[in-house]
């Protein structure tokens, strides 16, 4: 299955992804976790990115489309989970061009739909591991032990754009760039459109994101 994840910043995709993506056998790829690993390495290319990253903004998209291009090419198996990616019309158009000239196509974009004022509490809370990845909130998801990872006991850090400034920004740029992208999708009929209530406890929404997965696999 080959599926979008989409939502507002702070939504939940990456705490859902974790959940699902080993059930239905598809790789994970975050382009939020893609551009932060660039950035990490100090490359020219990642420095540029967390210009735009750090500002709320959104990585122009012809170097998106590019390093998306690359990263799907290289997924191992059939399956497949795009959390982050496409964000605006045009790098959804591009990825349909992309995976038409394999005959490939989306089975669905999965829209985790939260209010705008839930956002910046979930953010700002949010801390995570920097050796394995692992997600938490210091009041919906905490950690066993104070800012330690439950896995590998790594201290827990919290992102560079993750402040209350950065959040709206982030949030203003998902309604005028990221939203057309579902009535893209809704308009175009290409990928089925499911949207999820993103409000409850994580493990809810996931047993909701599961059967609504499911049944598309009829
Ligand atoms: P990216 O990393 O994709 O950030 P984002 O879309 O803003 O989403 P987040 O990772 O912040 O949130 P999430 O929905 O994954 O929520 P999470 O599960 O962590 O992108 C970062 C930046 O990279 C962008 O701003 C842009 O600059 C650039 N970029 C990336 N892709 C791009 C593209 N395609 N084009 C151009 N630029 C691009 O959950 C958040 C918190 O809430 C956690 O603490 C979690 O524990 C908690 N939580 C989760 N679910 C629940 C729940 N149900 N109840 C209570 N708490 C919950």
Redesign the pocket.
Known sequence: MKIILM??????????AERISDQFNMTHL????I??AEKASGSELGTK?AE??DA????P?EI?VQV?AKAIREAEGEGLLL??????VP?AKALDEQLAKDNLSMDASVV?VVPDDMIVE??T???SCPKCGK???VK??PPQEDMKCDIDGEQLVQRS??TEDVVRQ?LS?YHAQTQPVIAYYKENDTVKVLEID?????DE?ARNMVQALKSLEG
């Open positions: 939502g507002p910043p702070g939504a939940g995709k990456g705490t859902q975050s382009s939020g976790d551009f932060r990115m735009y990253m709320g903004k959104l990585v998209d998106v998306m959390d982050g990616f496409p964000r605006t790098q985790i979930r953010i809370g949010r801390r997600l938490y909130h919906y998801m754009d993750d982030r740029t993103g409000t409850p406890r994580p929404v």
